[in-house]
């Protein structure tokens, strides 16, 4: 139980294009999910908190307009990175928390390879 | 604002002895402490993790954890280590409920068992 898919798995994009990933909680409900971005040989940097039928938080330092989420059901919220640049390039990690009560636990996709030329 | 320390960057050990990956934290008030492992290319799995009871948590492949309020560390162990282990792992913490269970990740620590 617990599963949480990404899709694509890796993505080549041409600079100045936008590209779309989801993020789906296969087995259970999440009210929450998370975006993390990962640098290669470092850890997970948070990048927002997407919460269902509602504007996501963003961490300070990371553009709104730049990294547009929506969450749009329990099982399902979407990073778009929008023109996106050759620095975006990264390793995209999505996570959620179920949604039942006194769970503090976040289950983690398997990551998409965004890699921008 | 909560941080996450782990002191090493590697850990080797030999197939069959025991694995430690040392993690501290600071934290306001009660933490929620976790244990994640990382493959290659791969996402995080949930290891175990610590939210109140006993200070020493099992969790999945073996591994387990001790709590250590006074020292406000929570060092990821394993008796007898396996090649199939050597991965990077990251500890994590997160304050209380209200605060959205933001997790804040330490560096990591890539364990390398050798045969």
């Known amino acids: 139980g617990a599963v949480v898919s990404q899709h694509p798995s890796w993505v080549i994009c041409k600079s100045g294009t936008s590209v779309k990933i989801e993020c789906r909680s296969l087995d259970f409900q999440a009210t929450t999910m998370f975006w993390y971005r990962q640098f290669p040989k470092q850890s997970l940097m948070l990048m927002a908190t997407?919460?269902?039928?509602?504007?996501?938080?963003?961490e300070q330092g990371v553009e709104k307009d730049k990294f547009l989420i929506n969450h749009a059901s329990l099982t399902l919220s979407t990073l778009t990175v929008t023109s996106a640049h050759p620095e975006d390039s990264s390793f995209y990690i999505c996570?959620?928390?179920?949604?039942?009560?006194?769970?503090?636990?976040?289950?983690f996709g398997p990551g998409t390879r965004l890699t921008v030329l | 604002a909560q941080s996450v320390a782990q002191p090493e960057d590697q850990v080797n050990v030999a197939e069959g002895n025991p694995l430690t990956v040392k993690c501290t934290y600071s934290v306001s008030g009660n933490p929620y402490l976790f244990w994640y492992v990382q493959y290659p290319n791969r996402g995080l799995q949930f290891l175990l993790k610590?939210?109140?009871?006993?200070?020493l948590v099992k969790g999945s492949y073996g591994f387990e954890a001790e709590f250590n309020k006074s020292q406000t560390s929570f060092h990821l162990k394993k008796p007898s280590a396996l090649v199939s282990d050597s991965a990077l792992y990251f500890c994590?913490?997160?304050?209380?409920?209200?605060?959205?269970?933001?997790?804040?990740f330490g560096g990591g620590t890539r364990v390398l068992v050798k045969p």
């Open positions: 996570s959620a928390r179920p949604r039942v009560k006194d769970t503090d636990t976040q289950y």
């Open positions: 994590a913490v997160s304050p209380l409920k209200a605060a959205g269970n933001k997790l804040t």
């Open positions: 997407s919460n269902e039928g509602s504007k996501a938080t963003y």
């Open positions: 610590y939210i109140t009871g006993d200070n």
